[in-house]
């Protein structure tokens, strides 16, 4: 399923492969970048600097070296969705480090006991995310498949209403704008339209592979006239990223 949708492989992953950047396909066994979607396939050797790795340790290298330490991404993550404060995120990163209450509350300008009791309110926290994530478990164990809610980036903007979509509601949105033939009737007005149609067609782009402005063009061209228009918005939406000279594009988990 992750060929289709290579976000969905974020959302599925246990808390210990969020933590290391790489997640194991449950159908074919292979290793996935969490943060670029790249997939590594099991039985098969990868070079990287000039020596050759299977699949799994293939695959952290990988999430390590291109993209730098996971612990930095997921806190961007948290920043991004509000998750932490702005001092909240610098103690986080004050603790990554190693550094001991001395060293932060000199650098921070606080007493040693808030930092200890930032420590003790963050463990607490980390308590309590364990029993939500239980509850939601449980939660969407009891939900018809229909009524679930569908997968989206994860830098998508997820507080935002437009992508509440439930998978009837997005069944039903590819239905009436996809011909049979894979083409678009038009692309939409509405934001949460335009978000279920983004979806799908972010599935036509190959995780882990960049493109040029011009092959990105070529490949929603097949889909739609307004390929222009569908480029910005898979940008705008947070289903692909694009260096700022746009001369690179590519899928966001």
Not at 45 to 62: K, L, M, N
Not at 100 to 127: A, P, Q
Not at 183 to 212: C, D, M, N, Q, W
Request: net charge neutral; proline share 3%; glycine share 6%.
């Amino acid at each position: 399923m992750f060929m289709i949708f290579p976000f969905q492989a974020f959302e599925i992953a246990s808390l210990e492969e969020l933590a290391e950047g790489v997640m194991e396909d449950p159908e074919t066994k292979a290793k996935i970048c969490l943060k670029c979607g790249r997939t590594f396939e099991t039985g098969e050797v990868f070079e990287v600097d000039g020596r050759f790795w299977e699949a799994e340790a293939a695959a952290r290298i990988h999430s390590e070296s291109e993209h730098g330490p996971q612990f930095g991404y997921l806190l961007d993550l948290l920043k991004q969705w509000r998750g932490v404060s702005d001092p909240q995120a610098r103690l986080l990163e004050a603790f990554f480090k190693g550094d001991d209450d001395k060293k932060i509350s000199s650098e921070l300008g606080i007493s040693r006991s808030t930092v200890r009791n930032h420590r003790f309110r963050m463990k607490e926290r980390s308590r309590q995310a364990k029993v939500f994530l239980a509850i939601m478990k449980i939660l969407e164990e009891r939900q018809k498949p229909e009524a679930r809610l569908v997968d989206f980036p994860a830098n998508a903007r997820m507080s935002d209403e437009r992508y509440a979509i439930t998978r009837e509601e997005y069944e039903k949105i590819l239905r009436k704008y996809f011909r049979d033939d894979g083409t678009l009737v038009r692309f939409p007005l509405k934001a949460r339209e335009r978000v279920a149609l983004l979806r799908k067609i972010a599935g036509l782009l190959r995780p882990g592979e960049r493109y040029s402005e011009r092959e990105l063009n070529g490949i929603l061209s097949e889909v739609t006239e307004d390929h222009v228009l569908v480029r910005r918005c898979l940008v705008d939406y947070g289903f692909v990223s694009r260096m700022r000279d746009g001369s690179a594009y590519w899928i966001e988990l």
